[in-house]
Structure formats: C-alpha cells, structure tokens
C-alpha cells in the first residue's frame, strides 16, 4: 500500500514563501515521475511541477521562476519550494506519484495566500 502525505500547507501572505513535503511510504526510486498537483474551488485539478528519476522538471507557466520541486531520494520525500506567492496560488495542493503499477495521490494540504 503506497501511502503519500503532505504537510507543510497554511496561510501566508502576498509575496511570502512556503515549502510543501511529500512523504511517501517506502522508497521513491518506484516512482518513475513525482509531482505536485493543485485544484482551486470551482477549478480543475491542475499539474503545478512534476519531476522525474533522473530527476527532470515540469512546471506549468504560471509558477515558472517561482516554485521549485525536488526529491531526496535518501528521506522518500518531494518538495515544492513556492516563493513570492499569489492569491491565484490558493487551492489544496496534492502530492502525485506514478510507478509501473498505478498512480498514487496524497490526502492534500491547504494553501491560502491573502492579505
């Protein structure tokens, strides 16, 4: 059973940073993609970062030069460094890993940025 748990989430204001953790259960090298994921109230589920085993990333444009993903393989953790953050980066933030035998999700973790 794959478990992924997020922590890290809260409130911060315009301009702060936080940094999200993806725990997952057992070893990572399983994982051949990791990424972070983030749905905002009446939006669709949206990719934010992902990273690859060789350790490739993806961002969506609109956190380019803001976030930054990374995994330390040696904890079973990913990370999402998010700086200079937006109202517009609201949403719960969901941890996402794919192996050869499926795709996981995390429980999610909340992140609200306002004033």
């Known amino acids: 059973q794959v478990q992924l748990v997020e922590s890290g989430g809260g409130l911060v204001q315009p301009g702060g940073s936080l940094r999200l953790s993806c725990a997952a259960s057992?070893?990572?090298?399983?994982?051949?993609?990791m990424g972070w994921y983030r749905q905002a109230p009446g939006k669709q589920r949206e990719m934010v970062a992902t990273i690859t085993n060789g350790g490739t990333t993806n961002y969506v444009d609109s956190v380019k030069g803001r976030f930054t993903i990374s995994r330390d393989n040696a904890k079973n953790t990913v990370y999402l460094q998010m700086n200079s953050l937006k109202p517009e980066d609201t949403a719960v933030y969901y941890c996402n890993a794919r192996s050869t035998s499926g795709g996981y999700w995390g429980q999610g973790t909340q992140v609200t940025v306002s004033s």
């Open positions: 057992g070893s990572i090298f399983r994982f051949y993609v």
